[in-house]
Nanobody, 116 residues
Framework: QVQLVESGGGLVQPGGSLRLSCAPS????????MGWYRQGPGEQRELVAS???????NYAESVKGRFTISRDNVKNTVYLQMNSLKPEDTAVYYC??????????WGQGTQVTVSS
């Protein structure tokens, strides 16, 4: 059974940084595309960033130049480095795995709050 465990959320002031981590267990991580989504209060879940098994990345326009997604296929971990955080980045952030088999998995979510 695949489980995605996220960590690294918290409270940060505007302009600050956080790094989220997601470590899937029970999956063929190296063959999967990974992504980070977020859902703010009263909003739909949206894609923040994604990375293919080959390392190609894609970002939402709102985070380009501020966020960086990366993966370590040895540690089976995907990261989201978030810099220059803004209050509008406040949301629950979810890790997502899209397996080469077509199956999709989600983490439980981690809260990121940007506030002074």
């Amino acid at each position: 059974q695949v489980q995605l465990v996220e960590s690294g959320g918290g409270l940060v002031q505007p302009g600050g940084s956080l790094r989220l981590s997601c470590a899937p267990s029970g999956s063929l991580f190296g063959y999967s595309a990974m992504g980070w989504y977020r859902q703010g209060p009263g909003e739909q879940r949206e894609l923040v960033a994604s990375i293919t098994s080959g390392g190609s990345t894609n970002y939402a326009e709102s985070v380009k130049g501020r966020f960086t997604i990366s993966r370590d296929n040895v540690k089976n971990t995907v990261y989201l480095q978030m810099n220059s955080l803004k209050p509008e980045d406040t949301a629950v952030y979810y890790c997502n795995e899209k397996s080469y088999t077509g199956l999709e998995y989600w983490g439980q979510g981690t809260q990121v709050t940007v506030s002074s």
